[in-house]
């Protein structure tokens, strides 16, 4: 508005607003950012620890890729790995999720699953197709970590496993590896878990692990034995093949059982130890009882006798060969071969419990004692031959008959138990001592006598050929031809032949007229003195012999 005479007043600017438009292409990488940070908000409240493990190569491992499972489910991942600075390894970061701080005890392990075959089979199939994975067994000790060793090999029991652990003790391993089986009743109930050398490294410690429920048939007297491979014995009853299974061949394994013998048994606690056998007829035996040694001294070559070779007892199995060394005799100026033995009186059983009646105690004098009764009662040991294709030895202690006394020290420790030649060194001596006799003949001589001989008897023969047999053949000949006229001569038609029959025929009947003669003799005696009977003799006498002919008659 203006007024008249005075200046005009500015009117108020009008204010324009400005519309701020967005346009739709950026929706997209707007919500793509917003879920992006919202996963990485969630990746950082849900992250867990942040760990590192070794291992020795890292075959099959990818940064960013690789997942950590537990039971097959994924706990973690791979971030990270590197190699370390002296290159003896490798050094693998893994990233746990929040809900797997578990993992993280002191005791955790964990190891690359891999295709892989072992004892217990063939294990990691799977990863074929989704790629290795690292697996992982929490642990329960309180105590944390962030660096961990890998294990090479998956472990064979895992945290958790119901079941009990023990430990067997043996000479050697022989063919046992982690993972085999474990057998009760020939039924797989466990597997081996560890193994190592024992302290004083003259033996071996096995760690088995027996699942539940089978656990609880492990007892205090449980024996174990060594079921690898395939046994093989051939005996009175023929030829045995006993073996727990087609893969303990192949892999080993262990089998137990309790004796049927075992009163009461009570289960073992976990960790017990126990002693693993050779075989189950070792381990099923008695109680060998307190040991007893004894030496043996052999004047001859003992070659086929070998430590662990059996010592038996009137074919009872007592004990079994230690040793066998070489020892020299200075005044035979010999070398005698010295076998150590130990021996179990235990194992006799009954015969044993009366003797220790009649000893009343079970000490070494007084075993002393009794053994030397059985010297001299003609206790000898022999060493015999148990297998005639290989040779092998093992000594017999028996009773011979008309033993020679010897000495015997019962004050020596061990004890000497007196020998004899075994029944092979006594035939090889029979049959050293007819080659002597043999080679005494003389058999140049014999054989020149025998030359001489022959050639008479060649000479004799030419004579014979020469000089016998001619005249040997015409008197065949000649033989024959008479047998011919023979023949002729008596034929069916030849003169010869008819006379001869009419000259049989005169020889009959003259035979039966004495025939006659002798039984009408026989009924009248008186026939000799009165002659020949007449015509007018009176009837009554001619009707008492009218049973008979007159002899003149015929």
């Not at 693998?92 to 578990?102: D, E, G, I, P």
């Not at 071969?337 to 419990?353: D, F, W």
């Amino acid at each position: 508005m203006t007024d008249s005479g005075s200046t005009p007043v500015p009117s108020n600017p009008e204010i324009r607003r400005r519309r701020f438009n967005v346009s739709l292409v950026w929706i997209v990488p707007i919500v793509a950012a917003l879920i992006g940070l919202s996963m990485v908000v969630h990746n950082a409240l849900s992250a867990g620890p942040t760990i590192q493990v070794s291992f020795q190569t890292a075959e099959g491992l990818e940064a960013n890729k690789t997942q950590v499972k537990y039971k097959n489910v994924v706990i973690g991942i791979v971030t990270a790995i590197s190699l370390s600075d002296d290159r003896s390894h490798v050094e693998v970061t893994l990233q746990l999720n929040q809900t797997a701080k578990s993992f993280t005890a002191k005791d955790s392990r964990f190891w690359v699953v891999r295709p892989r075959i072992g004892a217990g089979g063939i294990s990691g199939v799977d990863t074929l197709l989704s790629g290795a994975f690292i697996g992982a067994d929490a642990g329960s000790d309180s105590n944390t970590e962030k660096d961990f060793v890998g294990l090479e090999t998956p472990p064979p029991v895992t945290y958790g496993q119901q079941g009990r652990r023990f430990t067997l003790h043996t000479d050697d391993l022989g063919s046992l590896d982690i993972g085999s089986a474990v057998y009760y009743r020939r039924i797989p109930v466990g597997q081996v878990v560890s193994y190592a050398l024992a302290k004083d490294g003259k033996s071996v410690d096995v760690d088995i692990f027996v699942n539940a429920p089978n656990d609880q048939y492990v007892t205090t007297d449980t024996r174990f034995w060594n079921a690898s491979g395939v046994d093989i014995s051939l005996g009175a009853n023929g030829l045995k093949v006993n073996t727990e299974s087609v893969s303990s061949i192949v892999s080993g394994g262990i089998a137990f059982i309790e004796p049927k013998y075992s009163p009461k048994p009570v289960q073992a606690d976990p960790g017990a130890q126990f002693t693993l056998f050779g075989d189950q007829e070792a381990a099923l035996a008695p109680p060998d009882g307190a040991p007893r040694y004894i030496k043996m001294r052999f004047d001859q070559a003992l070659r086929g006798l070998a430590v662990n070779a059996p010592v038996e007892f009137l074919g009872v199995n007592i004990g079994r060969v230690v040793s066998v060394d070489l020892d020299y005799d200075e005044r035979n100026q010999t070398f005698p071969t010295m076998i150590g033995a130990v021996i179990y009186p235990s194992r006799l059983g009954k015969v044993h419990e009366k003797l220790l009646q009649e000893i009343a105690d079970d000490d070494d004098a007084k075993s002393a004692v009794l053994l030397g009764q059985f010297v001299a009662h003609g206790l000898r040991a022999q060493a015999r031959s148990a297998n005639i294709l290989t040779g092998q030895l093992y000594i017999s202690m028996s009773f011979v008959p008309d033993a020679k006394p010897v000495k015997f020290d019962l004050t020596a420790r061990p004890l000497e138990v007196p020998t004899v030649p075994g029944s092979l060194d006594k035939l090889q001596e029979q049959l050293q001592s007819f080659v002597d006799k043999v080679s005494k003949l003389p058999i140049d001589q014999i054989a020149a006598n025998l030359n001489g001989n022959l050639t008479e008897l060649q000479k004799t023969l030419k004579q014979v050929n020469g000089d016998v047999l001619p005249q040997m053949r015409d008197t065949l000949e000649q033989t024959r031809k008479t047998l011919a006229s023979a023949n002729s001569t008596f034929a069916e038609d030849s003169p010869q032949r008819q006379e001869l029959s009419q000259a049989m025929d005169e020889v009959q009947r003259t035979a039966r007229s004495v025939r006659t003669l002798t039984d009408f003799l026989g009924r009248h005696p008186e026939a000799l003195i009165r002659g020949r009977l007449k015509d007018n003799q009176p009837d009554a006498y001619r009707s008492t012999n009218n049973t008979s002919r007159d002899p003149g008659q015929d």
